[in-house]
């Protein structure tokens, strides 16, 4: 015993910090989760508030902003995994076709840039190109005698310029996980393939694609664990009082419920709920790919 104690030691204490932080900034904060069944005071604390039980979900549930907060987010989360989703494995594809090595690290550089971005650089990018009245575009439009286009305040382009947005600031970033998938596929596959005459599309659809399947699956899992959880910031950041019937979502109305308003109870009961339904839908996606026979999760 102490001779295994005495080799594994070592990477024990490599892990160390890792488990540290899970334990102290997402574990130790869970029993916070006790608020959203008491009428919390801060000024009492969790030991001296009344303890009310599944009152806030009740009331969650019979008002009526809960219909609009889920009609937004499930809309929205709709269009990610529709457009967003496979924006990066589209991107991992098109780098990995590219033989000059130069350009394709040129293009890379280029394309993980975005990320680095914080959405409030890009927000205010997006407001001094396309506002209404100051916006490049809109004055380039009324100077070829074309209409004014409300991008930023017309409800029906909410959702296509968040899209936009998220597919600009995270695609290039999010192929890197593909792209190291892609590196693991032996390259005698190809070899073979081109040797039986397949051209390049015969290759990416009977080679790349299904290397990169279970990785994809697996990504795909962990997107439905946030099918209530959109990010706050970018949605805040692009919210006004024009659009605000169509980007009002959980997060948002979390943020007015809780540290606007200070209803700390219904506010955590919100964000319990949004957390449970992404734990629920991890859980049916998981299984559901394991009955269609690929590895999931776990």
């Known amino acids: 015993m102490n001779a295994y104690w005495k080799r594994a030691f070592p990477i024990y204490f490599m892990i160390l910090p890792g488990v540290l932080f899970f334990i102290i900034f997402k574990y130790i904060p869970m029993l916070g989760i006790s608020v959203a069944f ?16 599944l009152h806030y979900f009740r009331r969650l549930f ?28 589209l991107v991992a594809l098109l780098l990995n076709e590219v033989r000059a090595k130069r350009f394709k690290t040129a293009v890379q550089t280029i394309l993980y840039a975005p990320n680095f971005i914080s959405w409030v650089v890009i927000v205010g990018i997006t ?51 593909y792209l190291a998938a892609l590196s693991g596929i032996d390259p005698t596959l190809y070899e ?11 290759q990416v659809w009977h080679i790349t694609l299904p290397g990169l ?6 990504m795909f899992i962990l997107r439905f664990g946030h099918m209530l959880d ?23 109305f979390i943020y007015k419920t809780g540290l606007v308003h200070g209803d700390y109870s219904y506010s955590t009961a919100v964000g319990l709920f949004k957390s449970a339904v992404g734990l629920v839908m991890v859980l049916l996606v998981n299984r559901l790919a394991k009955k269609t026979g690929q590895e999931g999760v776990f």
């Open 213 to 218: 399947q279970s990785v994809i699956v697996i």
């Open 192 to 202: 073979a393939a081109m040797m039986d005459g397949a051209n390049r599309w015969r």
């Open 62 to 89: 019979a008002e009526g902003d809960f219909l609009l907060l889920l009609k937004n987010t499930l809309l929205l989360n709709l269009l990610d995994v529709l457009f967003f989703f496979p924006a990066p494995i």
């Open 127 to 177: 407001l001094v190109l396309f506002a209404t009245g100051s916006g490049g575009f809109n004055q380039l439009l009324e100077n070829v005698g074309l209409d004014r286009i409300e991008w930023m305040t017309d409800p029906r382009y909410f959702r296509w310029v968040w899209l936009v947005q998220n597919i600009w600031q995270g695609a290039g970033w999010g192929a890197i996980i």
């Open 38 to 53: 008491m009428e919390y005071s801060p000024f009492k604390g969790i030991a001296g508030s009344q303890w009310v039980g």
């Open 230 to 252: 959109l990010g706050f910031e970018h949605i805040f950041l692009l919210q006004n009082p024009m659009n605000q019937d169509v980007s009002e979502v959980f997060e948002t």
